[in-house]
């Protein structure tokens, strides 16, 4: 087993340990939803489910979220659209379907067919709708995916700037499944590789492992900064699988309920998924064709009980 | 490269430094102690940079520069100063080089002077750590004194960047080391560099290619306009050097300096006139130095055997 790969079987069992695979209460549903996706891409990265008990975590994730929307508690725009929906693909792969979240796409769905541009901020959600066998747009429609890059070079922006690219170029390849055309990226490519040794070089480990996985994703020739950040992750793990050394953060009280729900987890399924990406060429997020349309009777998947 | 942002640097650089020369002065503080040398010999490097420079240069700045080192030079409590502490003598190497490079002094008798300090004291012992010890060769080499220092070749393989350097990892302090090394070696832009195989060069081409566009990210200048620099001693075309001249010609003020890393109040107290040209005074040296090498038309001296 690589090193890679045995950092990301001990990630996923902190996953499992901290978000409610194993009983534990009070886990809010925006960290069942990290770990249920940071446990979904560990499976596909080939981790045993007896370590990621992705199935539990999906049922939990499930049970969470039907909990939340029969007392209105859940507001889906609270969330991050695209990881609903990809918790949603990770549901329907264990053989569980969720209404919040089925109602949810056909709120987005009937929202985009309305466009006859969608715009780049939407581009990801549509093409992820699409793979899941949606149809987000009418007839004719396009989906803008360029990414637009801040005036001025990239090296000078804010780390929300920098944020919002990678974010974009998420979207716009569908999690490197779709190609940019070069024109695009030419300044990404030039740019992102040194951000990433420097957002990593400022401890912002959630900032360095978006941008390795957006490196990925414009196919960017970085192969050395790649190599080095994913040497400098794996020297950031603990024992126990979590990534990251917060105690300085946490001894200036930052108002953390939670340290391992709230900071642990969100950077430990960052850098896990990265190191996902990374260590497997052929590693795609999302599968290249659309998924089949969901199944129609409730009764083929097992809902909420 | 554009040559003119260098230029207009410079300009204001050199004015800045000139108004400011008590503060390079080692005798400021009174008797000479500890490390009172270091600006002066600072002022030194600038002043050799400036006297070999083969493009415009205003004079009337570095007139005054010489006749400030010169000052020093004669006083005899400096001159005996590192016979009495040879682990001053690398700051008085440069200002001897700075001032026979002028026409100013005649060192013959003070080199085989200080040939025999060498020679007879612990400096050559391998007590200096490597980096230390390839800044002394330069020095004596600068102020042709004889010695049986190792070769350029060996001393930089027992230096940091000889090794590889994951740049995540780098702290200043190395980030210092590595352009130091690389400016003893290329004599601060004057010859190809010595003791560096073509391989080195291209390997250290990239990593101060990946520390440059750090140290952009960082807001660093004093470290942008060093690796700007080491970039030129290493005839590594850099992309980001035209993005760090712009960096520190936006930050150089109007009064000349260019703010350091640490010049800002440290609480609502503002820095005092001494405090704030003591957190100027490197960049804006560091940044002239740079300048200076970017319109010398030079033509490179081939690397001694």
Known sequence: ?305 | MSRELPADVLEGALPWIERNLAHFDPFKDGELSGLCEIPLAELGILTLAAVRCSGPVDSAPVTRFLDALEAAYRDPRYEERPFREPETLVSHLIVAAALVHAGRVDVSSYQSSVARLVQASTLTAPALPPHRMMELRHALDLAGVEHSLPSYRRLYFSTLPARRVNPIFVAASEAYILTHVIFYAADLGCRRPVGLAERDRVRLGRLVEQLLGMHIVAGNWDLTAELILSARCLDHASAFADLGWECIAGAQRPDGAVPGPRNHPSGDTPLTPEEDVATCYHTTLVSSLAALAAINERVLAPAPR
């Not at chain 1, 534990?24 to 549903?29: C, E, G, K, Y």
């Not at chain 1, 709230?262 to 290249?288: A, G």
């Open chain 1, 1 to 305: 087993m690589t090193p890679e790969l045995e950092s990301i079987e001990r990630a996923a069992a902190f996953l499992s340990s901290c978000a409610g695979a194993d009983g534990r209460r009070s886990v809010p549903l925006r960290s069942r939803l990290q770990a249920l996706f940071g446990s979904w891409v560990a499976k596909r990265a080939g981790v045993p489910p007896a370590v990621s008990r992705l199935d539990a975590q999906a049922a939990l994730t499930r049970d969470a979220l039907a909990f939340d929307s029969e007392r209105g508690a859940f507001d889906p725009y609270a969330h991050d659209a695209k990881l609903l929906l990809l918790c949603r693909i990770a549901m329907r792969d264990c053989g569980y379907e969720s209404e919040p979240l089925r109602a949810f796409c056909r709120e987005v769905v009937g929202a985009t067919r309305t466009m006859s541009v969608v715009p780049p901020r939407l581009a990801g959600v549509v093409l992820l709708l699409r793979r899941m066998g949606e149809k987000p747009t009418r007839k004719g429609a396009r989906i803008d995916t360029e990414v637009r890059a801040p005036a001025g070079s990239l090296l000078r922006a804010d780390a929300a700037t920098v944020r919002d690219v990678c974010n974009g170029v998420a979207g716009s390849t569908l999690f490197g499944s779709r190609r940019l055309a070069a024109g695009d990226t030419a300044d990404l490519a030039s740019t992102l590789p040194v951000i990433l040794l420097e957002k990593l070089r400022q401890y912002d480990l959630t900032l360095g492992s978006t941008v390795l996985r957006t490196l990925k994703y414009i196919r960017a020739r970085a192969k050395e900064e790649v190599a080095y950040a994913t040497e400098y992750l794996l020297s950031q793990q603990k024992q126990n699988g979590r990534f990251g050394y917060y105690a300085r953060e946490l001894a200036e009280g930052d108002g953390l309920e939670d340290a391992d729900l709230d900071l642990y987890l969100p950077v430990t399924v960052s850098v896990l998924w990265s190191l996902v990406e990374v260590s497997i060429p052929s590693f795609r997020l999302v599968e290249q064709r659309p998924r089949r349309p969901e199944p129609g009777p409730v009764g083929l998947v097992r809902t909420t009980s």
